[in-house]
């Protein structure tokens, strides 16, 4: 969202910019879209450059998120708030529509400024939309969720011919406790897989954030891979954990309290931007990629196929 061209404001009110702009219902805060197709910033570590995110901030609460900056542009912290705070879009579809008839068909990412399946997406029902508008314009486009809620979706994705990644980084529930406090756990994401891959769904999992000195441990590598495969997932997308600014001080601020020891080799590890150490990060890429193939999956990002606009004619309920 361009927030830096929205109006000027009254200089007086020191309320944080978000309260002063959007209308807090149902303990959502409603703020209209001026621009719904927005860069991915760099540091994210995906494949796609444009993303499409109906919510910003997100309950379920990761530790390692690297979209947690964008908080701060509204007045809000990138800890606790980009947590608890949500913003939601109501007029994502209808602003999506009106951007995609001048897009040249770049493929999107959706849901990386929060996840896209979260809580708020019982409440405003957006995706089926947001999906229906990237599949008729034939816009190819990955959907990323650690959400069981997308299985309301499944029919509309499969025949959308979109992508689902779901991330599953360890599966380690002692680690996923307290660095994913409010996403459901491991199992339960790897059944989420074999539900979307019966589905008809194309189904992938993003292996990220893998944790340095937390999770990046041959035996819990070859856990996470194994089991995956064994869910049906046939490709795995592997990101080392990146702390870009806001993600950095909320994620040091637990490792320092939780593995006080861990703190130096972290600062080692991370150069200024918050991207680790090119032998290190490679080196984790690569012992996934060998456990992939072990297991009979691709390892990278897999491009979703393209699709012809207009494709398919989609109801949404
Ligand atoms: S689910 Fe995704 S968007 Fe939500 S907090 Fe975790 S990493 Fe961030």
Avoid at 101 to 108: A, F, I, L, S, Y
Avoid at 165 to 175: G, L, Q, Y
Avoid at 214 to 221: E, N, R
Avoid at 244 to 268: D, F, Q
């Amino acid at each position: 969202m361009s927030w830096d061209v929205l109006p000027l404001v009254d200089a007086t009110d020191d309320r944080p910019l978000i309260e002063r702009r959007a209308v807090l219902r149902g303990g959502f805060y409603e703020i209209q879209a001026r621009t719904m197709i927005e860069r991915v910033p760099q540091s994210a570590g995906i494949a796609q450059r444009w993303a499409v995110s109906p919510y910003r901030g997100c309950a379920h609460a990761c530790r390692g998120c690297g979209a947690r900056a964008g908080h701060r542009r509204l007045g809000l912290d990138a800890g606790r708030d980009f947590d608890t705070r949500i913003v939601v879009k109501p007029n994502a579809v209808a602003r999506l529509r009106v951007e995609l008839g001048r897009w040249g068909g770049e493929p999107v990412a959706v849901g990386v400024s929060g996840d896209c399946y979260q809580e708020a997406e019982r409440t405003y029902r957006l995706m089926p939309g947001i999906v229906a508008a990237l599949a008729q314009a034939g816009v190819p486009f990955t959907v990323y969720t650690k959400s069981p809620l997308v299985l309301r979706d499944a029919g509309v994705l499969a025949r959308a011919g979109a992508q689902v990644a779901v991330s599953i980084a360890f599966v380690d529930e002692r680690i996923r406790r307290v660095v994913e406090p409010g996403a459901v756990g491991a199992q339960a994401r790897l059944e989420l897989v074999s539900s979307l891959v019966e589905a008809g769904v194309d189904c992938r999992v993003l292996m990220a954030p893998v944790l340095p000195l937390l999770s990046d441990a041959a035996d819990q590598l070859e856990a996470t891979v194994r089991r995956i495969a064994a869910a049906g997932a046939t490709a795995v997308e592997p990101v080392v954990l990146r702390l870009p600014s806001g993600t950095r001080a909320w994620y040091g601020e637990w490792l320092a309290r939780a593995h006080p020891h861990l703190v130096e080799r972290y600062e080692e590890l991370y150069d200024r931007a918050g991207l680790p150490s090119a032998g290190y990060e490679q080196r984790i890429i690569g012992q996934i990629g060998q456990l992939c193939r072990r297991y009979g999956m691709r390892a990278g990002p897999v491009a979703p196929e393209p699709r012809e606009p207009g494709f398919p004619q989609l109801t949404v309920v």
